[in-house]
Nanobody, 122 residues
Protein backbone atom coordinates (compact mmCIF):
# COMPACT_ATOMS: atom_id res chain seq x y z
CA UNK A 1 0.00 0.00 0.00
CA UNK A 2 2.90 2.36 0.76
CA UNK A 3 6.40 2.10 -0.64
CA UNK A 4 9.54 3.96 0.43
CA UNK A 5 12.57 4.16 -1.86
CA UNK A 6 15.94 5.80 -1.12
CA UNK A 7 18.49 7.02 -3.63
CA UNK A 8 21.60 9.18 -3.84
CA UNK A 9 24.18 7.10 -2.03
CA UNK A 10 27.66 6.54 -3.35
CA UNK A 11 31.39 6.85 -2.76
CA UNK A 12 32.82 10.24 -1.78
CA UNK A 13 36.08 11.52 -0.35
CA UNK A 14 36.29 12.92 3.17
CA UNK A 15 35.00 16.47 3.19
CA UNK A 16 32.73 15.82 0.26
CA UNK A 17 28.97 16.02 0.00
CA UNK A 18 26.03 13.83 -0.94
CA UNK A 19 22.31 14.41 -1.10
CA UNK A 20 20.03 11.50 -0.32
CA UNK A 21 16.43 11.37 -1.47
CA UNK A 22 13.53 9.29 -0.22
CA UNK A 23 10.23 9.04 -2.05
CA UNK A 24 7.09 7.59 -0.51
CA UNK A 25 4.36 6.41 -2.84
CA UNK A 26 1.15 4.44 -2.80
CA UNK A 27 -2.09 4.91 -0.94
CA UNK A 28 -0.95 7.83 1.19
CA UNK A 29 -3.38 10.02 3.02
CA UNK A 30 -0.76 11.84 5.05
CA UNK A 31 2.80 11.48 6.29
CA UNK A 32 3.27 12.60 9.86
CA UNK A 33 7.00 12.05 10.09
CA UNK A 34 9.93 11.08 7.91
CA UNK A 35 13.42 10.39 9.12
CA UNK A 36 16.78 8.90 8.25
CA UNK A 37 18.59 6.10 10.03
CA UNK A 38 21.96 4.58 9.34
CA UNK A 39 23.61 1.28 10.10
CA UNK A 40 27.38 0.97 10.01
CA UNK A 41 29.17 -2.40 9.92
CA UNK A 42 29.14 -3.96 13.36
CA UNK A 43 26.93 -1.26 14.83
CA UNK A 44 23.23 -1.00 15.56
CA UNK A 45 20.93 1.13 13.49
CA UNK A 46 20.74 4.71 14.75
CA UNK A 47 18.64 7.73 13.93
CA UNK A 48 20.42 10.46 12.00
CA UNK A 49 17.75 13.08 11.41
CA UNK A 50 13.98 13.44 11.49
CA UNK A 51 11.37 15.92 10.39
CA UNK A 52 7.75 16.11 11.48
CA UNK A 53 4.67 17.24 9.59
CA UNK A 54 4.97 20.57 11.38
CA UNK A 55 8.55 20.97 10.21
CA UNK A 56 10.30 20.27 13.49
CA UNK A 57 13.71 18.72 12.94
CA UNK A 58 15.97 16.65 15.13
CA UNK A 59 19.56 15.56 14.53
CA UNK A 60 21.99 13.21 16.11
CA UNK A 61 24.81 15.16 17.70
CA UNK A 62 27.35 13.51 15.42
CA UNK A 63 25.82 15.08 12.30
CA UNK A 64 24.40 18.35 13.60
CA UNK A 65 25.66 21.36 11.62
CA UNK A 66 26.81 19.07 8.81
CA UNK A 67 23.58 17.38 7.71
CA UNK A 68 20.28 19.03 6.83
CA UNK A 69 16.95 17.27 6.50
CA UNK A 70 14.14 18.77 4.44
CA UNK A 71 10.98 17.65 2.72
CA UNK A 72 8.78 18.30 -0.29
CA UNK A 73 5.23 17.56 0.77
CA UNK A 74 3.85 17.80 -2.76
CA UNK A 75 6.08 14.90 -3.79
CA UNK A 76 6.06 12.96 -0.51
CA UNK A 77 9.82 13.25 -0.54
CA UNK A 78 12.43 13.83 2.14
CA UNK A 79 16.05 14.82 1.53
CA UNK A 80 19.22 14.56 3.54
CA UNK A 81 21.93 16.96 2.49
CA UNK A 82 25.23 15.67 3.87
CA UNK A 83 28.22 18.01 3.92
CA UNK A 84 31.72 17.70 5.36
CA UNK A 85 31.45 13.94 5.27
CA UNK A 86 33.73 11.87 7.46
CA UNK A 87 34.80 8.23 7.17
CA UNK A 88 32.72 7.45 10.25
CA UNK A 89 29.62 8.49 8.29
CA UNK A 90 30.04 5.36 6.19
CA UNK A 91 26.90 3.26 6.55
CA UNK A 92 23.76 2.06 4.88
CA UNK A 93 21.23 4.86 5.17
CA UNK A 94 17.58 3.95 5.59
CA UNK A 95 14.52 6.12 5.13
CA UNK A 96 11.58 5.72 7.47
CA UNK A 97 8.11 7.21 7.17
CA UNK A 98 5.11 7.10 9.43
CA UNK A 99 2.25 7.24 6.96
CA UNK A 100 -1.51 7.28 7.21
CA UNK A 101 -2.94 4.98 4.56
CA UNK A 102 -5.63 6.37 2.26
CA UNK A 103 -8.31 3.82 3.05
CA UNK A 104 -11.56 4.28 4.99
CA UNK A 105 -9.93 3.26 8.28
CA UNK A 106 -7.07 5.74 7.80
CA UNK A 107 -4.68 3.69 9.86
CA UNK A 108 -1.06 4.63 10.39
CA UNK A 109 1.93 2.45 9.62
CA UNK A 110 5.70 2.53 9.78
CA UNK A 111 7.33 2.20 6.37
CA UNK A 112 11.00 1.42 5.73
CA UNK A 113 13.09 1.63 2.61
CA UNK A 114 15.69 -0.94 1.63
CA UNK A 115 18.61 1.42 2.20
CA UNK A 116 21.29 3.17 0.17
CA UNK A 117 25.03 2.77 0.73
CA UNK A 118 27.15 5.78 1.64
CA UNK A 119 30.90 5.26 1.68
CA UNK A 120 33.32 8.00 2.70
CA UNK A 121 36.88 7.06 1.89
CA UNK A 122 40.03 8.48 0.35
Amino acid sequence: QVQVVESGGGLVQPGGSLRLSCVASGQIYAINMMDWYREAPGKQREMVASITKAGTTNYDSSVKDRFTISRDDAKNTVFLQMNSLKPEDTAVYYCHAYAVVDVPAHYGMNCWGKGTQVTVSS
